[in-house]
């Protein structure tokens, strides 16, 4: 039987039956990467799979109670009852953990890649109207149910890669009521599709057109911020995490630190977008502010390397921005993991620079774009990038306790993953025990 999204979750999902009262077991993967372990994976660490060949899984209510080899879980005593998916030699591992996404907006910029492939550069469109204020004039202009629409019709294609946690920024309403609007679909989006979703508030993402000619404009924006937004996420637990943009042509480094000071007095945890463009000291801002995670960092000095090296603040490199917007320069991922620092990887899902929900994509840029190994980039889109959401303890590793969140892909051998580019062969994804995505031809 072929399942499908809806056909396999979404009716008793939304009908709120039970987690599977029967235990499933997972068996014959001819690899099973469990990523075991509870400490973030830095330098010769991050190569290590924890893989187990011939492998298996036991789910109970959602989480794992039995991982290892085939033998030793289907001598369990749970085992012999449990529903069987038998993985035919597929390649099992933790379901993918995207920690930086702008999930919710109106439209695609497609009318701006054209000019970028003209050779306009992302600051050039910028300044004519066009980017991040291109998408807010559309999202201001949508209802709330089409930005839903879009957005599980998104998740969905996050779910058929084999992702399986989703971080989704708010930043393109930059008012309060389109703010609002994005945080609130956020919190719907959880209860009405099977992905988890963690939310973060990036009202200072750019300062909004209506401010830009005012005198005193940023400061009049980023009041609006600390005084309107700010309370209301907080009282109605909206978010919990606090975004800023830091560049140039965005906000500066004092100005960020207000907006996630002032994002920490209402309980929001920090976290950065940093030295994307130009660099301007943000990463150090990320460092002192101990943020949770400092995203893009493709204009790092050695000293902001070694930095980030002793640090706990994740390093998310984000290489389907730089290739899509056709650049030359990508993060310094070999010098990051070599200092010692955690990386990881995840898509920048957004309809300007990075239009892709392929976390198997961004494998393959890491590989050839980063000189990543497979192991590396694969334990950078999982374990690590769960530590940049504060989710370590409840995914990215397949071990005893843990949420039963897998991808199970079409291949034999986990270097295939990235090896073939642009192409997916996710078999099936599973979250918190149930099938919420399979090929065509898995008969389950």
Avoid at 67 to 89: F, N
Wanted: positive net charge.
């Amino acid at each position: 039987m072929s399942i499908s999204w809806n056909a396999c979750y979404l009716s008793q999902f939304r009908h709120n039956t039970k987690t599977l009262s029967q235990d499933l077991l997972l068996t014959g993967a001819s690899q099973l990467l469990t990523l075991r372990g509870s400490a973030a994976r830095r330098g010769d660490s991050l190569s290590n799979l924890g893989l187990i060949k011939d492998g298996a899984l036991l789910v109970r209510d959602g989480f794992i109670v039995g991982a290892g080899t085939r033998t030793e879980v289907e001598k369990l005593p749970e085992a012999r009852a449990a529903e069987k998916i038998d993985l035919g030699g597929r390649v099992a591992l933790p379901g993918f953990v995207d920690s930086h996404t702008h999930l919710v907006h109106a439209a695609s910029r497609a009318e701006e890649y054209e000019l970028k492939i003209a050779g306009a550069s992302y600051e050039e469109i910028a300044r004519k109207g066009g980017g991040i204020l291109n998408s807010v004039k559309k999202l201001r202009a949508a209802t709330s149910e089409a930005l839903k629409k879009r957005a599980l019709a998104a998740l969905q294609q996050f779910a058929a890669h084999g992702t399986t946690t989703v971080e989704a920024k708010s930043g393109y309403g930059l008012d309060v009521a389109s703010e609002l609007k994005i945080l609130r679909l956020h919190k719907e989006l959880v209860a009405e599709q099977p992905l988890e979703i963690v939310s973060t508030f990036l009202g200072a993402h750019v300062v909004p057109e209506e401010y830009r000619n005012k005198a005193n404009g940023t400061e009049q924006y980023i009041k609006l911020i600390e005084q309107n937004l700010l309370p209301e996420i907080r009282e109605k637990r909206l978010a919990e995490f606090c975004d800023v943009f830091c560049d140039r042509g965005a906000f500066t480094v004092e100005q960020s630190k207000r907006v996630l000071q002032a994002g920490r007095q209402w309980g929001l945890e920090p976290r950065m977008h940093a030295e994307q463009l130009s660099r301007t000291g943000a990463a150090r801002l990320a460092l002192l502010m101990r943020a949770a995670s400092c995203d893009h960092l493709d204009q790092l000095n050695k000293s902001d390397i070694a930095a980030l090296g002793k640090s706990e603040t994740v390093a998310t490199l984000l290489p389907g921005c730089n290739f899509h917007l056709g650049l030359k320069q990508y993060a310094p991922a070999r010098a990051l993991i070599d200092a010692g620092a955690i990386v990881s990887l995840a898509t920048d899902y957004n309809p300007g620079t990075s239009p892709t929900l392929s976390m198997p994509m961004i494998l393959s840029l890491a590989c050839a774009q980063l000189r990543m190994t497979p192991a590396e980039a694969i334990a950078a889109a999982t374990i690590n990038a769960a530590h940049a959401l504060r989710r370590e303890k409840s995914v990215g590793s397949l071990e005893v306790g843990k949420q039963a969140d897998i991808a199970v892909f079409e291949v034999a051998d986990y270097r295939e993953i990235p090896y073939y580019f642009g192409v997916s062969h996710c078999w099936m994804t599973v979250k918190r025990g149930r099938v919420i995505h399979a090929a065509e031809q898995a008969a389950i």
